[in-house]
């Protein structure tokens, strides 16, 4: 060891090394640090240093090089010693580093700089993001065609014609919306809160013709329009940092209560053939129950956060019941589907298929169990009963449904590839596993 520090540290052959400072790092390591200390050794070495015991031996002619060779020499020394006095923050900030790229790698930190994500994260992440963002587009024209046709019938006097259109799915649908417009400024996934965003505004102006039409009770439209405004401004507020975390988390718990109460009313009306507004008192009671204990701080440890989760499943379900009340009566009276256009459910599948990826990505189960129920549920089984009623033809609805599932696969097995994990199932297999756990 002695000798290989002399060969390193003499500098040249036929110079005798100096014997290293007790407690250097030369003593300890093989290869020593340059001149003026090693990185984690701040404590100079004793005796004079080599600089100014030893001058430099030049001719007039390597007056520059010996020059050069000076300033470097002190350039270097002070770097390191201001690398010596840095060293423990630097640490500290490389650790930050590590552990920001493995949960963004892990779980998609989305809150974070889209340059920072550009740089930690992998190619499926980015593909994901772009995914998630283009599905903005068929979003945006999604009611755009069912909202022509209604505009068609509307002019030449045929309001009846929207009578055929559910305004009770189509009402929790918007709530859905809105509920996860909330939950998704919350996380900080920007590509689904525009997603969202469109979903809520596109679905009011439909159901602002189907009350003009006289087919929405009035009695629920305007309190509607009132929480939508309210939502949607707040919303904008939240994302534009100009509102205040704790008027946000209010919001987020009244809009948990309001979602509670809808949901029950909902299911009642979707599958009970007698008018009642106790499910909604009821849902109301229990959201109002739990936002009262949360704010007492009555709750067990275990169940705090209880009300979040159950705010965000219910944006879920409420999203998730939009479609079957039109789904039901597809199919108890075919002859109304042809009232529907096969293209706002085309494009209902398409937006909600090219969210499925990043929503598997992120392991988010409550997003992904509602973009799968929107592409199956709102868009292939919607197709399914405008088929059998004889409205859309088998070889194309077979052509669909053939490219849905194949790209379902193509989603799944990239996913395992990116993780992994052996086989398509995998990542469905992690993430509710995860979730259970």
């Not at 046709?149 to 859905?176: C, D, E, P």
Request: charged content about 10%; aromatic content about 10%.
């Amino acid at each position: 060891m002695a000798a290989a520090a002399a060969r390193v540290g003499g500098g040249g052959r036929g110079r005798s090394a100096r014997k290293a400072p007790q407690g250097s790092l030369s003593q300890r390591n093989p290869y020593p640090p340059p001149p003026g200390g090693g990185l984690f050794n701040t404590a100079a070495p004793s005796g004079p240093s080599r600089s100014s015991t030893r001058a430099y031996d030049c001719g007039p002619e390597e007056q520059m090089g010996c020059s050069l060779l000076r300033e470097t020499r002190s350039t270097t020394s002070a770097w390191i010693a201001s690398m010596n006095k840095g060293n423990h923050a630097e640490l500290e900030e490389g650790a930050d580093r590590r552990a920001v790229t493995s949960f963004a790698t892990a779980s998609d930190s989305s809150g974070m700089d889209a340059d920072i994500q550009a740089q930690i994260q992998p190619f499926w992440g980015e593909l994901t993001m772009r995914l998630t963002a283009s599905s903005t587009f068929p979003f945006l024209f999604l009611m755009m065609p069912q909202v022509w046709k209604n505009a068609m019938h509307m002019l030449v006097g045929n309001g009846a014609a929207l009578s055929v259109i559910s305004w009770a799915g189509y009402m929790s649908g918007m709530l859905g919306n809105l509920l996860l417009f909330s939950y998704f400024v919350s996380i900080q996934e920007w590509g689904a809160t525009l997603v969202q965003a469109v979903g809520v505004i596109s679905t009011a102006v439909l159901l602002t013709q189907v009350f003009i039409a006289g087919y929405f009770p009035s009695q629920v439209f305007w309190p509607l329009a009132g929480i939508i405004c309210i939502g949607v401004t707040l919303g904008s507020l939240k994302l534009l940092k100009l509102l205040d975390e704790k008027w946000w988390r209010l919001w987020q718990s009244v809009l948990g209560v309001i979602g509670l109460a809808t949901l029950p009313q909902t299911m009642w009306a979707a599958f009970a053939h007698q008018p009642s507004v106790y499910p909604a008192l009821i849902g109301a009671a229990v959201g109002g129950l739990l936002f009262a204990s949360e704010q007492a701080n009555v709750l067990p440890v275990r169940f705090r956060g209880l009300q979040s989760l159950i705010s965000a499943w219910t944006a879920t379900l409420l999203f998730m019941m939009m479609p079957i009340p039109q789904l039901m009566n597809n199919f108890n009276n075919p002859a109304s589907t042809q009232a529907i256009s096969i293209m706002s459910v085309l494009l209902g599948l398409s937006g909600n298929a090219l969210m499925i990826p990043r929503a598997l990505y992120t392991r988010d189960i409550i997003w992904f169990v509602g973009s799968s129920w929107g592409a199956t549920v709102m868009g292939w089984a919607q197709l399914l009963s405008i088929t059998l009623a004889g409205f859309m033809h088998p070889g194309i609805f077979c052509l669909c449904t053939g490219i849905f599932c194949g790209y379902i696969f193509l989603v799944c097995w990239q996913d395992s590839v990116e993780n992994k994990l052996g086989s398509p199932l995998g990542p469905l297999e992690q993430m509710f596993r995860k979730k259970l756990d």
